[in-house]
């Protein structure tokens, strides 16, 4: 099951606060704009703006102020400049962020008083501000959503364990941390899309690494197996889906039509496996992490075998 999580925002001060040492920031005027929302991750710069064309500013933006912008606002007469801020200020931003410290002009701080909007101040240049904004902004701003599952690390490979209310999820993932794997999360997985085709699982509220197992109730997988049993994040790399065995169902023999699930978007490849009494999943599930391992690094064993068999066959049909 995956739930869509709603579409997030931060405020202002949200960003002040985690922003502020990462990229320097102080406050230069008041904190006036401090609740207002912000709901993208790109940033802007009111370069056109300022010259008065304002048919495509994206004024709900973060804006960024740096040399060219001080440069041109240090070139305006006072009452023009006055009238330049005006067109880009009367609009409601979230907050306006000055690079390399420069000094703002006081008709600046002035009209961003007047529509209350909080100006910010850094030493840093412009593209290292963006840098490092965008780059908090994108954790920020990033799809997510919540599949119910477990995630583990195993042998450093992100493994999604998924499938039908106790068909063993839980059970396979305390085996894997029992043999000396990491636990990330257990039940309830947090995935965020990070880029073109990353995901990155992680747990969610307080739940966090505690596990429920049916029969024996709640473990706190930390307490009982020591800080090296768990990891607060994971990159996934595969999925493994349990299923009770049902002999009417045709599953994979070989393995060359690689399957995958779609999550946010990305393919993430896709193993079904079957339950059966006696069957150690646990060891099958140490083989699906390494050989996706060795998928990674480009090796397939499938394909091998496959390539190996029709060589064979080649030969067999020349001898």
């Known amino acids: 099951m995956t739930e869509q999580i709603e579409k997030p925002f931060i405020t202002v001060e949200e960003l002040y606060q985690k922003s502020q040492q990462r990229v320097a920031l ?9 609740s207002r929302k912000i709901r993208e991750r790109e940033l802007h710069r009111p370069g056109l703006a300022m010259s008065g064309f304002v048919d495509v500013f994206t004024f709900w933006r973060v804006q960024i102020m740096g040399n060219t912008e001080i440069g041109y606002l240090t070139t305006l007469p006072p009452d023009e400049r006055r009238r330049s801020l005006e067109t880009v200020l009367g609009f409601e931003l979230p907050c306006v962020i000055i690079t390399n410290n420069h000094t703002p002009p006081g008709e600046l701080l002035e009209v961003a008083n007047k529509h209350g909007i909080t100006l910010f101040s850094t030493p840093l240049d412009t593209t290292t501000v963006t840098h ?59 995935i965020t ?31 009982m197996f020591g800080i090296r049993a768990i990891r607060g994040k994971k990159v996934i790399s595969v999925v493994v889906h349990l299923e009770k065995f049902t002999e009417d169902r045709d599953y994979e023999r070989i393995g060359i039509d690689g399957k995958f699930r779609e999550i946010l978007g990305v393919q993430v490849p896709l193993v079904e496996l079957p339950i059966l009494p006696g069957k150690n999943i646990t060891v099958i599930a140490e083989v699906i992490a390494t050989n996706q391992k060795m998928r990674d690094l480009g090796e397939n064993s499938a394909e091998d075998f496959n390539k190996n068999l029709i060589n064979a066959m080649k030969d067999q049909e020349n001898g």
Do not use: C, W
Not at 26 to 34: P, Q, R, Y
């Open 26 to 34: 102080s406050i230069l005027n008041n904190t006036a704009s401090f």
């Open 132 to 190: 490092h904004l965008s780059e908090y902004l994108e954790t920020v701003f990033a799809e997510k959503t919540i599949i119910h599952g477990a995630l583990v690390d195993v042998y450093g490979v992100g493994m999604l364990i998924t499938g039908e209310p106790a068909v063993g999820k839980s059970e396979l993932a305390l085996d894997l941390i029992e043999r000396g794997h990491q636990l990330v999360a257990d039940d309830v997985v947090q």
């Open 193 to 223: 899309r990070l880029g073109m085709n990353r995901l990155e699982g992680a747990p969610t509220g307080r739940i966090k690494h505690y596990m429920e197992i049916r029969g024996l109730g709640i473990i706190n997988i930390r307490s």
